[in-house]
C-alpha cells in the first residue's frame, strides 16, 4: 500500500472489521491504516515512515516489513525521536504468523522475544494491575478499577525497561477458590531508545484475547469505526501514545 499523506499516527495491522484500537485513537489524533495483509509498498513507503509521531504494529506480520523498512523505522525511533508501539497477537512478537523474533524491530522492544511461538491464554482471565508509581502514560486508569484480558505474548522485559502494568493470572482450585498468580510477562513495558520512546503491549486489544479490557470504565464511548467501548479503554490507549509522541 502507497502512503498519500502525513497523519500523526501511522497504524499497521489489524483487519477492517478489527478496528477497535483505531477507533479509539481517532478520537484523540489522526489516524493512517494499513491493514495486516499489505505490506507496504509504493516508493515513498520508507521516507514517509519517518514523517509520523507514532507507528503502532497490531498483528502486523514482520516479513510485510522489508529490511529497508526496518532500518527506516530504526532510524526514526532512535535518531528522530518517532515513537513505536507494538501490540500483542498472533502476528506480533513470537506470534507463529509473523514472528518478529531476531528482528532490527525487535532491538527496538523493551523486550525480549521468544524463538518459539510464544502465545500464551488465559481462559479465567488475566488481570491487568498498574504498579504503584505514577506515570503519564497510565494516568488515567492508575487507581481504577482493574480489568482482564484472556491472553498475550509471553515477552519479558529487557535490563534497563520499565515495566507500568503487570498480570495477574486467575486460578481456581477445586474448592473454586480464587487466587492470583502473578505472570512472568509485563503487560505493559516502556523505555526510552535513543531518542524515541518505545512500548510493548503484551495482550491484543482487540478480541478474543481483549477480554474485558473492551468494556473498561463504566462509561460507554461510540467509536467512529462503529464500536462501542468502555472509557477507560479509549483512555489506556490515548494516554499510552500521547506518552510515546512526547505530548505529556
Same mark, same amino acid.
Given at each position: 500500500?502507497? /502512503? ?9 495491522? =489489524?483487519?477492517? @472489521? ?16 494499513? *491493514?495486516?495483509?499489505?505490506?507496504? #509498498? ?5 521516507? @514517509? ?10 498483528? *502486523? $506480520? &514482520? ?10 523505522? !530504526?532510524?526514526?525511533? =532512535? ?8 501490540? %500483542?497477537?498472533? &502476528?506480533?512478537?513470537? %506470534?507463529? $504468523?509473523?514472528?518478529? *523474533? %531476531? #528482528? ?14 510464544? $502465545? ?10 498498574? $504498579? ?26 529487557? #535490563? ?21 498468580? @502473578? ?39 461510540? /467509536? &467512529? ?7 477507560? *479503554?479509549? !483512555? ?9 509522541? @512526547?505530548?505529556?
Amino acid at each position: 500500500m502507497s /502512503l498519500s499523506k502525513s497523519p500523526e499516527v501511522l497504524f499497521l495491522g =489489524e483487519g477492517p @472489521r478489527a478496528n477497535y484500537v483505531e477507533g479509539a485513537l481517532s478520537s484523540a489524533f489522526r489516524v493512517a491504516r494499513v *491493514y495486516g495483509n499489505q505490506p507496504l #509498498s509504493g516508493a515513498d513507503a520508507e521516507p @514517509r515512515l519517518r514523517e509520523f509521531g507514532l507507528l503502532v504494529l497490531s498483528d *502486523y $506480520r &514482520s516479513d510485510n516489513l522489508t529490511s529497508a523498512h526496518q532500518e527506516t523505522l !530504526a532510524t526514526a525511533v =532512535e535518531r528522530d525521536g518517532q515513537g513505536l508501539l507494538m501490540i %500483542g497477537g498472533w &502476528s506480533s512478537f513470537g %506470534g507463529p $504468523r509473523g514472528s518478529y *523474533y %531476531g #528482528s532490527r524491530v525487535a532491538e527496538l522492544l523493551p523486550v525480549d522475544i521468544a524463538a518459539i511461538d510464544d $502465545r500464551v491464554n488465559t481462559p479465567l482471565g488475566t488481570v491487568l494491575v498498574p $504498579r504503584p508509581e505514577s506515570h503519564p502514560a497510565i494516568q488515567s486508569v492508575h487507581g481504577q478499577e482493574h480489568c482482564v484480558v484472556v491472553g498475550y505474548n509471553g515477552v519479558r522485559a529487557k #535490563s534497563g525497561a520499565t515495566v507500568l502494568v503487570d498480570g495477574y493470572a486467575l486460578r481456581l482450585d477445586g474448592r473454586t477458590t480464587p487466587t492470583l498468580e @502473578r505472570s512472568d510477562t509485563p503487560v505493559l513495558t516502556v523505555w526510552e531508545r535513543g531518542a524515541g520512546r518505545v512500548a510493548a503491549l503484551a495482550p491484543d486489544m482487540m478480541p478474543h484475547w481483549a477480554g474485558g479490557i473492551l468494556d473498561w470504565g463504566e462509561q460507554r464511548m461510540a /467509536l &467512529s469505526t462503529g464500536n462501542e467501548v468502555g472509557h477507560l *479503554y479509549v !483512555a489506556f490507549l490515548v494516554d499510552l501514545c500521547r506518552w510515546l509522541m @512526547r505530548l505529556t
